[in-house]
């Protein structure tokens, strides 16, 4: 039986035009060719860490254990910043230590190690100012997917920065109260409304009402379903009450913007 190629994801800011994913592969595949990549997006909005780390927890579920994922939006390159790996029970994370995997220390309660990266004969090239995506973390993601132990490249630490994360709230018992986390190419608005706080929220009984900067939103079950092209609102394939336009750019059309709030109530 063949053996299964190692996987390592990338997530970054750095867009298609420039060489630098090419040369961050480049390095890795030198390090270990037995490796499979899957480009996640490098289409982050440069230097916007909150946007890459909801990318990375949107994906990462969805691939085998023991996954490598490699997440570069890192606007504080060559400064004090630590390098860091984050091991859970089935995925690695590697990427800088400034809130980026915030999502998934969320998530990962249950089991979660976090190590700084201070191994430096693992680096293509050691004290590398403005491009450690390709002189530090992928030589890391390439031999830790070869097979080296994780608590070779560095002491594990309980100090990582974590960045702010919303969580819907309820200020009564029939009603919730949550906000935009995610804007996608469509113009669609993501909040951070769970599927299971929404049926929750059925169960304590009446008809669900959705309302964003005063104007009642139709749920819908899907987009197609819409009837006009105003707004409406529907459980997403992330399980999130997401703003829609059919066929139309919801965000551009209505200047929905990240953190804006969204309610439901029961009546």
Request: hydrophobic letters at 40%; a neutral charge.
């Amino acid at each position: 039986m063949l053996e299964r190629k190692s996987i390592i994801t990338l997530t970054s800011d750095f867009g298609i035009k420039d060489p630098f994913v090419g040369q961050m592969k480049g390095v890795i595949l030198n390090i270990n060719p037995n490796v499979e990549f899957v480009d996640i997006t490098h289409e982050i909005t440069p230097h916007n860490i909150k946007e890459a780390s909801i990318a990375c927890a949107f994906s990462y579920r969805y691939f085998p254990p023991r996954t490598v994922h490699l997440v570069v939006v890192d606007p504080g390159v060559g400064s004090a910043r630590r390098p860091i790996l984050v091991v859970t029970e089935d995925h690695y994370f590697i990427g800088p230590d400034n809130g980026v995997f915030s999502f998934v220390y969320q998530r990962e309660k249950r089991y979660l190690k976090v190590f700084h990266i201070t191994a430096d004969h693992y680096f293509l090239k050691k004290g590398s100012p403005t491009f450690q995506g390709r002189d530090l973390f992928a030589p890391v993601a390439a031999w830790l997917a070869k097979g080296i132990p994780a608590s070779n490249f560095g002491e594990e630490i309980t100090d990582y920065n974590t960045i702010y994360i919303p969580e819907p709230k309820k200020p009564t018992k029939n009603a919730l109260e949550g906000e935009v986390i995610y804007i996608d190419r469509f113009g669609n608005a993501i909040t951070n409304i769970p599927l299971d706080a929404v049926e929750e929220l059925r169960k304590a009984g009446g008809s669900l009402r959705v309302v964003y900067k005063g104007r009642e939103l139709p749920m819908k079950a899907h987009y197609s379903e819409a009837d006009d092209e105003g707004l409406k609102c529907l459980i997403n394939s992330f399980d999130l009450l997401e703003i829609f336009v059919y066929r139309g750019n919801a965000a551009r059309e209505h200047g929905i913007k990240v953190g804006d709030i969204i309610g439901i109530i029961t009546r």
